[in-house]
């Protein structure tokens, strides 16, 4: 069954009425309401906002007006239902279909769905694409197609997930259905790439400032890493703050000491049971552990808006997946710090680790983040570069900035002219 989407005319009155209601604000933030806009015409929309730039509500208040389904994509089970509880707590019926839900659950989803109780169903990509949900679906009043951390399904991309691959099926499936993707991080060749493999048709495409104001970020070179990482810590004490490890046992060992230094500290990783992993992510969010020692996983998606540190003990591995991890803190729009403990060994061991599979593309994302460490430029304005925002401007408050004021000595030469702050 194919359904006829109506586009909505732009301006559509009453946005800024749902936003208070639902939301209690009243009024949107940069780039939220184009991207509404161009998804109530109708149009296939790519949209790349910073971490903490609102892009859930940019599907969200589209459902409210559709009449019908707003399909999600996520790819954590966790993000899901953390969605899921807060937009039922707003009066917003949204459910997920999962394989943590068993035979009854799932049937109760569907009854659900079929009665009209649904607005947002969430769905990992490989629920999505499967040949039993895609018939189920099919006969609902699909009325938008949303894809969460698009930037998986390139090879382009710092994350790269095979089965977001399948997604390109949706178009075929449901060609008059808009789609818009959404992710934080996407260089020019992600975009793409992701308008390519999802085959949307003449794409809006809105990009919105990588820029973070209130991020102070510091690359220091690793030596005691738990001495360093305490004293970061200290910095904020009784204040939150995650701590991103590479290893399992790496968190283990830090909130370890952490706890004998007396933080209240816990590790969280794949390797602890799914219970285990809740009860850690609640004890986070109701301010019962203040750190987080966490492999990359952790993080995504979580409404914490007041995380103040963030701490790499060893070194991401990609300039993207420092962004998106960095983005974390200061999500209420006060100043956090971000500090990356380097080791040019962290990098030769991710080296070792992908040894079989050396893409070219992993060799190019390794040497940008060891030149981002190894740099003499502003670091905001080396991640700028990075994600193609032209801009000739300092941050003024990292540490290559502040180090080379205290010194007071000019910045380095770079091919593009030093001008006017960002702050």
């Not at 949204?94 to 569907?110: C, R």
């Not at 905001?380 to 990292?398: A, P, S």
Request: contains cysteine.
């Amino acid at each position: 069954m194919v359904y006829d989407i109506v586009p909505v005319e732009c301006p559509m009155p009453g946005l800024e009425d749902l936003l208070n209601q639902y939301w209690g604000y009243t009024s949107f933030r940069s780039l939220q309401r184009e991207i509404i806009d161009a998804v109530l015409q109708g149009n296939d929309t790519l949209a790349i906002l910073a971490t903490g730039s609102g892009k859930s509500l940019c599907y969200q208040i589209p459902a409210l007006l559709s009449g019908g389904i707003t399909l999600v994509v996520s790819p954590l089970i966790a993000l899901m239902k953390d969605q899921v509880d807060d937009l039922n707590t707003r009066g917003i019926s949204a459910a997920a279909y999962t394989s943590a839900l068993n035979y009854n659950e799932l049937n109760e989803v569907k009854r659900a769905i079929i009665s009209g109780n649904v607005k947002i169903l969430f769905v990992s990509p490989e629920k999505c694409v499967s040949p039993h949900f895609l018939d189920f679906i099919k006969t609902s009043p699909l009325r938008l197609v949303v894809v969460d951390e698009a930037h998986c399904i390139s090879e382009w991309g710092h994350d790269f997930r095979p089965e977001y691959r399948q997604l390109s099926m949706l178009k075929k499936k449901f060609p008059e259905v808009p789609i818009l993707a959404l992710t934080a991080t996407a260089v020019p060749a992600v975009r793409k790439d992701i308008s390519i493999q999802l085959g949307l048709r003449d794409p809006r495409e809105i990009v919105g400032s990588f820029y973070r104001k209130n991020l102070r970020c510091t690359v220091t070179r690793k030596k005691n890493y738990l001495v360093q990482i305490s004293d970061v810590l200290g910095r904020h004490w009784g204040e939150p703050g995650i701590v991103y490890c590479r290893s399992r046992s790496g968190t283990e060992i830090i909130a370890h000491d952490l706890r004998k230094r007396g933080f209240r500290a816990r590790a969280y990783h794949a390797g602890l049971s799914q219970k285990v992993r809740e009860e850690v992510q609640e004890s986070f969010l109701n301010n019962n552990s203040e750190i987080i020692c966490a492999t990359v996983a952790f993080g995504m998606g979580i409404n914490k808006p007041n995380i103040r540190i963030i701490v790499h003990a060893d070194v991401p591995a990609s300039i993207e997946e420092y962004y998106q991890e960095a983005g974390r803190a200061g999500r209420d729009g006060k100043t956090a710090e971000c500090v990356l403990l380097y080791s040019p060994d962290d990098l030769t061991r991710i080296c070792s680790f992908h040894a079989n599979t050396p893409t070219h593309n992993r060799i190019q994302q390794l040497d940008a983040m060891r030149e981002f460490c190894e740099s003499n430029v502003c670091r905001w304005k080396h991640i700028l570069m990075h994600f193609g925002e032209k801009v000739e401007e300092t941050c003024c408050k990292c540490d290559k900035c502040l180090g080379d004021a205290k010194k007071g000595r000019k910045r380095p030469s770079h091919p593009h002219a030093l001008g006017k702050v960002l702050c």
